[in-house]
Structures are given as C-alpha cells and as structure tokens.
C-alpha cells in the first residue's frame, strides 16, 4: 500500500467516513469526529502508521488533510513512496 | 491540582457524624451497618436531596458524608452542591474500583447510554475508607473490582494524553497492584482511589469504550461496569501486544513487568463468559468505535480491528506476542 492510500485509509478510520466521503482537500471544519478526540486518535493513528509522533501542538494545529500531508513531508515522508 | 482529595481518619468521620451541620447520604446497606454506631446522625433519604427531609433551616450543611458504591457516589457528586453548595464532601466506598470517591468524573446512563462529566468541582473534599467494608464484599464482587483498579492504571499508563510524570507514578502503582490478591482486602480501596485519580489525568481506552457501550445496551445486572472492565482487560491487552509496540516500549521503559500484569489480566477475565459475549461486541462495534474512551486509546482501533479483537477474546488466544 502507497503512503497515499496508507493516509487515505487512516482519515476513514479516525474519523469514521464512509470512503466515498473522502478527500484529499478535506477540512477539520467538515468532519464531525475531527473534534479534540479525534485529534488525539489521528496523532495516534499516525504515528502507528507512518512512525512520527506529532506533538500535542503539531496534532492540535492540523486544520486539514493537507496539513497532515505537509507535516509528514517535513519529516520527510512523502506521500508518492 | 491535587491527585486526590486528602485521607481522613476514621475517628475523624466519627466525630463529623454526630455534628448537627453533618448530614450523612449513604446507600441502605451502608446505612444498615453504621446506623447503630452513629445514633445522633442526620440521615439522607438514599433516594437523593429531592427526597430528604432537610435539616432545620437554622443550621446550614456544612459537611455531607456519602457513603457507598461508585454509582451512588457518582449521584451525590451530582446533586451534593445542588443540596449543599458550600458543603464539604467526605466519600465513603463501601466497594473499590470506580475510584469515585476520589475522581473529578460522575458517570451515569441516560437514555440508554453511559454518559459522563469531568468537573473538578465533581472532586469530593476528602476520603475516608472503612476497612469493614471489604468483609462485606463476595468473591465474585471484588474480582469484578479489582478488574476496575487494573483497567484504570493500565489505561491510564498507556493513555496517549499521560505524560512521562504520570506515567512513573502509574508504573509505582501496577507495582502496588501487582502485590495484591484479587480478591477482597481493604488495601484495594486506597489503591483504588489513586488509580482513578492519576487516570483522571490522561484518559482511559478501549477495554472502558467496551464497558460503557455493552454494559447498557446488555442490560444485564451480572454485567456492570467492573465486571465488564474485569472481562476485557486482558483480550485489549492480547490485540494491543499484537497490533503496535505501544505496550512492549512502554513498559520496558517505565519498568513495569509486562508478562505479571498479563497473567493477572488473564486471571481477572472469565474465557467462557467473554466468548459469549463476542456477537455483542460485533452488533455494537460500531457505538464501539465512537465512545470516547475508545477514542483516546493508546492503539488506534479501527473498524476492521474487530476480527483481531475477537480472536483475542477467544480461549485459545493464549498470551499476548
């Protein structure tokens, strides 16, 4: 699985989406679930799949999928592995 | 902000009874077993404030005593600054495990779900334990308990909200905990506090996400909430050891004996009433995944991790790696 699909499967189960509401541009303000809990199950989430444990502040600043994207590749995880 | 509210002595519960501004809220069998010793004792109707006969307006409550198990301890964390704002709250268990004579949080069912408040107004003012109590407790009964303690200390140390402080100090109290029976002994009721108090701090996980949908939509008296903590605690911990490190790193780092704690896990649960339970689980995974509790896990828990789960909650699941 592709680091891309890998961060799609995960925003589905974090925050419960069916698939079909999924996408890349998608916004904390959209979901529902991305409330504090879900902020604190992402940070989870994405440590266990991509190895990098955001900090309380990282998790909390995220305002989008695209965030998510953006502070992986400043760990240097890219998307396109 | 205090872990825990301060122990008093019991000589010193002795004295605040027979005081005219002491009102005393206990549960019947509490008030059963302490009725003869306290005489001059201002008694609160067990039913709540709505139900009592006030004191003599001329004298203000200036101390309440509520005396009993978690759930009543929980509905007088409620209602006790309603009956009496400027009151002080001493909390008597006569059952350990909730740990709601020391916790910030009431929890209670309505509308056929568990809900539950964090307020540290909810905190009562002190605690005292009566070691009579744990003589009153049956085997069955303090199991279910003792489960309770457990899933709020390993909850609470692998809670991804614990900081490294917490963290050693719930590692000190597995430690405590590992010592003890689980059985019935009046130790379980300090450890139980504290337990609940350091929690409090960080969050609680799956095995409680678990308790606090099951045990409503079951509706089963034999399944309350510290059997159901009891039952589940050690399948959580078989699929969290399979599913990430979380639990192998952290008690290494914090020195806690990981193989001791999953023994004693496997002790407290019941193989053959957990494998009952299994087609519940599955028709309500889905409350599952949305409690709070299961949202602050220290393992992510997916739809599709029901299969694991439930293959964890089998007999022949074995040990956790």
Known sequence: M???????????????LDETEFRF??????????????????????????????????????????????????RGIALDA | MPDAPPVLPWADVDALASRPDTVV??????????????????????????AAAAPAASTPIATVIAIGAGAFLDRVKLGWRERAPDAALVAVPTLWGSGAEASPVA???????????????????????HPGFAATVSPDQARAACGDVWAHAVEGFLSPLAGDALRTE????IGELLVLPPASDARWFEVGGRAAALQARASVGLVHGLAHVLEPALARPDLGHARLCALF?????????????????LTERFGVDATAVEVMAARLSEPTVLTSLAPAVEAHWRAVLR???????????????????????????????
Request: hydrophobic share 45%; proline share 7%.
């Open chain 1, 2 to 16: 592709s680091n891309r699909d890998k961060l799609k499967q995960l925003v589905i189960d974090v925050f419960l």
């Open chain 1, 25 to 74: 541009d998608l916004r904390r303000t959209e979901i529902d679930t991305w409330d504090s809990l879900g902020v604190v199950s992402l940070a989870v989430g994405v440590h266990e799949t991509f190895g990098y444990h955001p900090t309380p502040e990282e998790a909390t600043a995220l305002a989008g999928v695209d965030d998510v994207i953006a502070l992986l590749a400043a």
């Open chain 2, 25 to 50: 809220w206990a549960s019947p069998r509490a008030r059963r077993a302490l009725e003869s010793a306290w005489p001059t004792a201002t008694w609160l109707d067990a039913a709540g404030p709505a």
């Open chain 2, 107 to 129: 929890v209670w069912t309505e509308g056929g779900k568990k809900q539950f408040r964090l307020d540290q107004a909810l905190r009562p003012t002190a605690v005292a334990y």
């Open chain 2, 170 to 173: 719930l590692a000190a109290l």
């Open chain 2, 233 to 249: 605690l050690a399948p959580v911990l078989r699929w969290s050891a399979r599913t990430s490190g979380v639990w192998r790193e």
């Open chain 2, 291 to 321: 409690d709070p509790c299961t949202r602050t896990s220290s393992v992510l828990v997916r739809p599709d991790s029901l299969a694991a789960l439930t293959a964890a909650m089998a007999p022949a699941a074995g040990g956790p790696s």
